[in-house]
């Protein structure tokens, strides 16, 4: 392939970390870019302003919108993939203009946008088509016609779906930020999507305010970028970060980390991850797995020649990343609500990208790849897991479920091949990415290497634990559902999904199976991707290369093992045991996460709220009044001549103002 | 005729009219209405003629009143005082169609209420218009009284109260800043020989006067207009005025009336008092950054939608001092925009709260609960509001918000910090506010005991089983008509226009800023490099 040789090139020029040549963009294609965008939100517009006009083919235009810009992006990504490997600048219109600062709206065609951008509306059509079937029936079970909460539903989506792209493409940081807290407003609609259930609006609210919270590290990094250099927009800061001084770049580099621990979930904002799959299943799996959790990875990938200045920037990432995804396997262990135990598995997989990129140009490719093949597996796992419940009354209780395989095949399937590839069996997807950032987390010197990677392996292990009892709790054993009843006081009747929901769950799972193998054959994608990020550097690590694969696959086979023998060979209890160890009781309590925010800062806030409320009415406005009060004592004497309220308030201030203008007279007279 | 005294004159001649009218409301409200618009168009045309980058002053003219003191009619526009004018000429068709049927205290005609409006708006535009001091002091003033019937006589329960409170603090502060414009004037003449009220003659006099002088003049001005765009511990008055006031009075008082206040320290604070302004600054900004963060504090902690609304705007005036006290033209053009993006934001969220006490009757927030589900478009336009009182990006208020703090960041790091805190704080009154009222199952009492009248809702989707007793009543409760569509449109609208395109607005203040900064003396900072 000729696409292979320019490739090629483009590694050798490219230097490490080293600003790359930016130019314009180039042909209609590449001019027309904004149409990517600009399509999906038109969408969401007709969408949310029509009405109930637009109850009966809303979905479809949903659906059209997403599926156009997926081939837009398609054209796009050929436009620019054989050419010379230089990122194409788009300017569109001059934004937030005020002397030096000038910020554009423009866009940034480059390998890491485009395979963003395909991922994005490729995953993001097929989740949309799903939709339709998913969300066919409204909350009283009613079918089709007037179904305005699918076409509400299908606005969000799509919404959220120009947002994100808004923050991939753009060129600046400030629209980046833009996409970035467009994004959390989807994200907000759609999981607060079910608004008159407490839990969901509670949900939603967590979940915005505490990306506001990662906001402000992202917003403090583009202040201070600007108060050093003048600029925000990407190929200006690469190019002149050399400018800026350590320090500078440490905090840059921390501050960008908060927001992207916001955006991803990752200690010490998870939180309200978890709580998000209040939402619909659909948005589970586009938003809260393949596409707007892992934006905080984007960021830190995007911003790598900064992170590469950084070596403690880049370690306080792995850790970060490490950490996280210990947390979300084990908490992803002790939880019986399907989705919660996938939501934490997200957690947890973005951990391992986070890790990845935290380790510097060793890193970034490999952290954007396994975001990619994630992209696959999780979403059919979650698609899989709306579909089990579309056919089980909503339940998403795993101990209601069991011998789920017959009555589903093709769910199981699809759902199998997603679990394979998210534990690392070989050659799925899984196995590819992940093995890659176990051996690169080994490759760091010293202690770092051992600890790093060893949580890497600790973690494929508590993985293959987690997912083979979520597996073997669904589709295997004993048919619990069959002398239960669901939470709305019906009978169970597993069904298989109609068509238009399992047509994209077959696709996921063809990805889950091919996309590793297609990624790394030739080292495609991280050579796709070196001028965007650098060439791949590989360490030498402190275990023999050979040895790391089955050391992983040892501990992850291990894990299925355990699993099987603890829920696999014995009837698993209708509810879940109490008399449990200590850990087990953390990992429930989620690890104490939502007591530690609780007790930090909601209580604080809200004690702080209320006092303040008490001083303000009683303290500021008291003394006020009191001082209000005085004053018309004191005018007492004057009131034999002044009748009425005001005027004898009036005059006594008169006489307050004569006696300051006396005083300023006499100071002013030179 | 000159265009500006036109747009003083206008609303001027309409509410005689309108008063004329009063006792026959069919006439009234039309006219009052026609009036409104007609000065829309007018603010307009203003807007389209004003040139950014031209004279200092534009549209200006001038009469000789008391020459002797050196008083003069004078009048002209800078881009900052142009928003302003817009604003309110934007917003006063939207609160007359608000008001259209409001329910309004005993004995009160609406044609009274439309005509005191129109007054207010005459005046406000006036003293955005005046170019000498004394005369701004004067209509500074005279602001107060058609503001004081307009609370003390269609208000709530407690108007009088809040009414006199308003007056009172507001005539205080008006009085202390008499002193400091007399101080000038006789500065002025001690210097020159000759006594003037005149803004740019004065400008240059007082620019070479020792800092005492100065920090006597910025004292005194500083009194009248941190009561008026209240600062943290001035604020008092706000919450009881916005409680009490109807709302599209509410609407004017945090929309239009506050921004004189900010409007102050950019036009008279600064030029006329450059050194002081610079001493002092710390002195504004810590006062700017706790206004943000005790405004954002109380608003989380209210009981009551229309004292949120007022602590919600105290926050916002906290961000508006700190972007014109840190001295960069980013953070000063950011913070006067942001008097036009929050008079949109809020005024919208003034008019959607009042819609929402209109069905309910009660402003108590504990009244309300779950109206999402029967009621989506007022759902959706609260949200809408909220969304730009928060300061996504995207929306109108982002720009400003974010100009004043990448702006201020760059010479005042540490409150420019603290202020970001600000914007978690937003997101949890905003949101909370949202899901109290909109989100959850329906409940409240507002609600709830709204059972059905002629007005209630028929269509079987809308209506929702009280739940509590009475088997078949359904509520009263009915979503946006389109009266009350068509007031909120042109503002969700602006929302999003100003938010993705501000340029507009940013192009008419900037030079107008540029003014004001070099007549401070200050330049903004030297990154290595600008541009991008």
């Known amino acids: 392939m000729d696409q292979r040789n320019g490739l090629e090139d483009g590694v050798t020029t490219s230097m490490l970390a080293a600003p790359e040549p930016v130019q314009a963009a180039q042909g209609a294609i590449q001019n027309n870019a904004w149409l990517i965008i600009a399509i999906p939100l038109l969408g969401a517009a007709v969408l949310l302003l029509a009405g109930r006009r637009a109850n009966g083919w809303g979905h479809l235009l949903g659906c059209a919108t997403v599926i156009a810009s997926f081939g837009y992006a398609l054209a796009l990504f050929t436009s620019v993939g054989g050419a010379e490997q230089a990122a194409r600048s788009l300017h569109l219109f001059s934004w937030i203009p005020v002397n030096s600062l000038q910020v554009d709206f423009g866009l940034r065609i480059d390998p890491l946008s485009l395979v963003f951008v395909l991922l994005i509306t490729g995953v993001g059509a097929l989740i949309h088509i799903y939709s339709i079937g998913y969300m066919a029936h409204d909350q009283q079970g009613r079918v089709g016609r007037g179904n305005t909460e699918r076409r509400r539903f299908f606005g969000y989506l799509n919404l959220f779906v120009a947002a994100m792209l808004i923050l991939v493409l753009g060129n600046s940081f400030v629209t980046l930020y833009l996409g970035w807290e467009g994004v959390g407003l989807a994200s907000y609609l759609l999981i607060g999507f079910w608004q008159q259930r407490p839990s969901a609006a509670g949900a939603a609210t967590k979940a915005f305010v505490m990306n ?183 339940e998403v209780d795993m101990r209601k479920f069991g011998g789920l395989y017959r009555y589903m095949p093709i769910t199981f399937a699809t759902f199998a091949v997603g679990y394979l590839a998210l534990i690392g069996f070989p050659f799925l997807s899984g196995y590819y990415s992940k093995e890659a950032i176990i051996a690169a987390a080994f490759g760091e010197p010293g202690w770092q290497g051992w600890a790093l990677g060893g949580a890497a392996v600790l973690g494929a292990g508590l993985t293959a634990f987690y997912m083979t009892r979520l597996m073997l709790l669904t589709f295997f054993g004993e048919r619990r559902w069959q002398h239960r009843t669901a939470s709305d006081g019906g009978e169970f009747h597993p069904h298989e999904s109609p068509p238009v929901m399992t047509g994209p769950m077959i696709v996921l799972g063809i990805g889950s199976v091919a996309a590793g193998f297609l990624f790394t054959s030739g080292e495609r994608l991280v050579h796709f991707l070196s001028p965007a990020l650098g060439e791949l550097q590989e360490g030498h690590t402190v275990l023999p290369h050979s040895v790391i694969p089955v050391f992983t696959l040892g501990f992850s086979a291990l894990g299925v093992l355990v699993a099987w023998l603890v829920v696999g060979r014995r009837p698993v209890p209708e509810t879940a045991p109490s008399r449990v160890s200590p850990l087990v009781r953390a990992a429930r309590a989620d690890l104490y996460g939502n007591a530690l925010n609780r007790a930090v800062a909601v209580r604080p806030t809200v004690g702080l709220a209320d006092g303040l409320a008490r001083f303000d009415r009683v303290g500021v406005d008291g003394a006020v009044n009191g001082v209000a009060t005085t004053l018309g004592a004191a005018s007492q004497v004057l009131r034999r001549w002044q009748t009425g309220f005001v005027r004898s308030y009036a ?20 | 005729m000159n265009l500006l005294l036109a747009l003083i004159l206008l609303p001027l001649l309409g509410a005689i009219v309108v008063a004329l009218l009063r006792g026959n409301e069919r006439a009234a409200k039309p006219v009052a209405l026609g009036f409104s618009l007609v000065e829309l168009v007018l603010a307009a045309v203003a807007w389209l003629s004003y040139q950014p980058g031209g004279a200092r002053l534009q549209l200006s003219g001038s009469v000789e009143w008391i020459p002797q003191y050196g008083i003069s009619l004078s009048f002209g526009l800078d881009g900052i005082a142009l928003v302003m004018v817009a604003v309110i000429a934007l917003l006063m068709p939207l609160v007359l169609g608000f008001s259209w049927r409001e329910r309004l205290p005993a004995e009160r005609s609406r044609g009274g209420f439309f005509a005191l409006l129109l007054v207010e708006q005459a005046l406000t535009v006036a003293v955005f218009a005046t170019t000498d001091l004394f005369v701004f002091y004067v209509l500074f003033e005279i602001m107060l009284i058609p503001m004081y019937f ?91 005025a916005t409680e009490q006031a109807p709302i599209g009075v509410a609407v004017i008082v945090v929309g239009v009336l506050d921004k004189v206040g900010t409007f102050g320290f950019l036009r008279y604070s600064l030029p006329l008092a450059p050194e002081a302004s610079q001493l002092l600054a710390p002195l504004v900004l810590t006062l700017g950054v706790i206004g943000v963060l005790y405004g954002s504090l109380q608003a989380f902690g209210q009981t009551d939608l229309k004292r949120f609304i007022a602590y919600v705007s105290i926050a916002h005036f906290g961000f508006i001092a700190l972007g014109i006290f840190a001295f960069t033209s980013q953070a000063q053009v950011g913070a006067a925009s942001y008097m036009v993006n929050h008079s949109i934001a809020t005024g919208m969220l003034v008019l959607v709260i009042g819609m929402i006490i209109a069905r309910g009757g009660s402003s108590r927030i504990a009244d309300y609960g779950g109206m999402a589900r029967v009621t989506p478009v007022l759902a959706g336009m609260l949200l809408i509001a909220g969304l730009s009182t928060l300061s996504l990006p995207g929306t109108n208020s982002f720009i400003s918000e974010f100009l004043v703090l990448i702006g201020s960041f760059a010479t005042r790091p540490v409150f420019a910090i603290l202020a970001t805190i600000g914007m978690v704080l937003a997101a949890v009154y905003v949101l909370r506010l949202y899901q109290r009222v909109m989100q959850g199952p329906l409940s409240g009492t507002a609600l709830l005991d709204s059972v059905g009248g002629p007005g209630a809702a028929t269509d079987p989707e809308v209506a929702v089983d009280s739940g509590s007793g009475s088997g078949a009543s359904r509520l009263a409760l009915r979503d946006l008509d389109g009266r009350e569509i068509g007031v909120l449109a042109p503002l969700v609208v602006l929302i999003v226009l100003l938010g993705l395109y501000p340029a507009p607005v940013l192009d008419v203040i900037t030079p107008s800023v540029e003014a004001t900064m070099s007549e401070v003396g200050v330049t903004d900072p030297v990154t290595s490099q600008g541009g991008n």
């Open chain 1, 651 to 670: 005059m006594s201030m008169l006489v307050g103002g004569v006696l300051l203008v006396a005083a300023l007279l006499s100071v002013g007279t030179p």
């Open chain 1, 212 to 394: 506001r919270v990662g906001d402000v590290g992202l917003a403090l990094a583009i202040f201070l970028l600007y108060a050093r250099l003048g600029t925000t927009q990407y190929s200006e800061v690469f190019a002149r970060a050399g400018e800026l001084s350590t320090g500078t770049v440490l905090a840059i580099s921390l501050l960008l980390l908060l927001g992207a621990c916001g955006k991803s979930g990752q200690v010490p904002l998870q939180a309200w991850l978890p709580d998000a799959m209040e939402g619909p299943t659909p948005v589970s799996a586009l938003i809260h797995a393949a596409t707007m959790v892992t934006a905080g990875v984007y960021l830190i990938a995007r911003a790598n020649p900064l992170y590469t200045m950084t070596e403690t920037g880049q370690l306080v990432v792995a850790i970060v990343g490490a950490v996280t995804l210990l947390v979300g396997c084990v908490i992803g262990c002790a939880y019986d609500d399907i989705k919660k135990v996938l939501a934490y598995s997200t957690v947890s997989q973005i951990g391992y990208m986070m890790l990845a990129v935290g380790l510097g140009p060793a890193g970034y490719a490999l952290g954007i790849m396994h975001l990619l093949t994630h992209g696959f597996f999780k979403a059919a796992l979650f698609l899989g897991a709306g579909s089990v419940m579309h056919g089980m009354r909503d």
């Open chain 2, 150 to 240: 307009l609370i003390g006589g269609y208000g709530g329960s407690r108007r009088q109260y809040a009414a006199v409170k308003f007056f009172l603090y507001s005539f205080l502060g008006g009085l202390i800043m008499l002193a400091s414009a007399i101080g000038a004037y006789s500065y002025a003449a001690s210097v020159t020989g000759r006594g003037t009220f005149d803004w740019a003659t004065l400008r240059g006099v007082l620019a070479d006067a020792p800092t005492s002088v100065q920090v006597w003049i910025f004292l005194g001005f500083f009194a009248a207009f941190a009561i008026k765009a209240p600062l943290v511990p001035l604020h008092t008055w706000l919450p009881d």
